[in-house]
């Protein structure tokens, strides 16, 4: 595992079938941060609907949640550090869940 600055993990990003939901959790930071509307809807800046209908079908296996999440879910994560050919970059920090 390569070390790109202040990353611990190196996640491989896996196609799904249909798209995971978006824990309460996630919700309520996206509508925090003015990413999602009142009715659920996401607005991610810089991203084109296209590419974000492609970000929900995809999924990893999450380091810090032990858990597999959708992408748009890491995407949003304080400790989404960047995505570079099919990897995700993680921080790895501990996140209150």
Known sequence: M???AGTKYEVPIKPVEKSLKIS????GELK???????KG???LKGVSPK???RMKLESIDCPVFKKELGFVECYVCSNFHSRISGIVYCKGDPIDQ
């Not at 925090?32 to 009142?38: L, P, T, Y």
């Open 2 to 4: 390569s070390e790109t």
């Open 24 to 27: 309460d959790r996630a919700k």
């Open 32 to 38: 925090a941060s003015g990413m999602m509307d009142e």
């Open 41 to 43: 809807k996401l607005k």
């Open 51 to 53: 590419m974000l209908k």
